[in-house]
């Protein structure tokens, strides 16, 4: 288990690479430690093995939805049932009517920010994700996800 000491492992899964390095970049300058994998499969062995505190995902990637099939595989390991995700997708730029109501389950990330995002809110919300404790209904939320 970290310490409060160790810094934070945020991994970024998004097949964009200016987007990677310039939030890279931005999480590193505030003391995070950043991963990153440029696909879905990737990402999710990358987790298994680093199991970061955070992780930023992208939807659109090599298939217009990978992102949503790759949040709901990592919800079904017990390692990163209750790791924080943020969605940072441009899905909603590029498919304005397309909504997902995040209090609906069936994709349960914590947070979704629209690309182009904002640097400021990002780097906030990561570091609210990473200093949380869960919520109990959050655990109630992710014990009922392994049913």
Do not use: C, H
Not at 59 to 73: A, H, P
Not at 79 to 92: D, E, G, K, N
Not at 115 to 120: D, I, L, M, R, S
């Amino acid at each position: 288990m970290k310490t409060m000491s160790e810094s934070k492992t945020v991994l970024i899964i998004d097949d964009d690479r200016d987007f990677v390095r310039a939030i890279q970049t931005l999480l590193e300058s505030s003391g995070f430690k950043v991963r990153s994998a440029a696909s879905g499969r990737e990402g999710i062995e990358l987790a298994k093995a680093i199991e970061p505190d955070l992780i930023l995902l992208d939807v659109m990637m090599s298939e217009r939805t990978e992102g949503f099939f790759v949040l709901q595989e990592m919800r079904r390991m017990p390692a990163l049932s209750r790791t924080p995700v943020i969605v940072v997708s441009s899905i909603y730029t590029d498919l304005p009517s397309f909504r997902v109501d995040p209090e609906a389950g069936w994709l349960p990330a914590n947070l979704f920010l629209a690309k182009p995002v904002e640097p400021a809110r990002l780097l906030a919300e990561a570091i609210r994700l990473t200093s949380e404790s869960p919520s109990p209904a959050d655990i109630v939320a992710a014990d009922r996800r392994q049913q």
